[in-house]
């Protein structure tokens, strides 16, 4: 099955960039979905489609896909963006097709 | 606006089986795909099972494959997890979630409801 692997942890100043990346085979011939969770509360989508916002999310979120990799990076970093991420792709090639990383968890020091 | 809200989480032994639902507003529930996605307290997102707008097609994690249905009933706009042979790894919240785009299979999930915490131990 398709495996997405991202960093356990990220670290950023804030005002500074955030760079989250998650590898998986050929990954940049998928649409992957980026997300984001805060501690006890429910995911929200902030990228989808490998780089669109969903109306509302900040566009200092932003995503790029290409080769093994996929990218979310998170401009200007404030204290409230700290949270866990996690990627998903759809892997049509399987009978369980939602496939998510391991998540990240930002730290904005 | 769109609303998820799941119920049906309790405590069960291992072995028992329980029904999660999910009732759904804000939006025409037969025009969109259906997920269920768990999360053990402090661990990952782990998709569980999702459901076609119209109920043809359904697909399942292998971890819970042959244990768990879903299922859904448009007349009442609600989505529904059926789940037996329950383990002890099958503690977790369990999230209802809808998909971005209407009649597609393969979309983002865009609303995410609160979940509901099973706890399975004996």
């Known amino acids: 099955s398709y495996v997405l692997t991202q960093p356990p942890s990220v670290s950023v100043a804030p005002g500074q960039t955030a760079r989250i990346t998650c590898g998986g085979n050929?990954?940049?011939?998928?649409?992957v979905h980026w997300y984001q969770q805060k501690p006890g509360q429910a995911p929200v989508l902030v990228v989808y489609d490998d780089s669109d916002r969903p109306s509302g999310i900040p566009e200092r979120f932003s995503g790029s896909n290409s080769g093994n990799t996929a990218t979310l990076t998170i401009g200007r970093v404030e204290a409230g963006d700290e949270a866990d991420y996690y990627c998903q792709v759809w892997d049509n090639r399987s009978d369980h097709p939602v496939v998510f990383g391991g998540g990240t968890k930002l730290t904005v020091l | 606006e769109v609303q998820l809200v799941e119920s049906g989480g309790v405590v069960k032994q291992p072995g028992g089986s329980l029904k999660l639902s999910c009732a759904a507003t804000?939006?025409?529930?037969?025009?969109?795909?259906m997920h269920w996605v768990r999360q053990v307290p402090g661990k990952g997102l782990e998709w569980v099972s999702l459901i076609s707008w119209d109920g043809a097609r359904t697909y399942y994690a292998d971890s819970v494959k042959g244990r768990f249905t879903i299922s859904r009933d448009n007349s009442k706009n609600s989505l529904y997890l059926q789940m037996n042979s329950l383990r002890t790894e099958d503690t977790a919240f369990y999230y209802c979630?809808?998909?971005?785009?209407?009649?597609?299979?393969?979309?983002?999930?865009?609303?995410w409801g609160q979940g509901t915490l099973v706890t399975v131990s004996s």
């Open positions: 804000g939006f025409i529930f037969d025009d969109f795909t």
């Open positions: 050929n990954i940049g011939i998928k649409r």
């Open positions: 979630a809808k998909s971005r785009l209407l009649h597609r299979l393969h979309s983002a999930c865009h609303y």
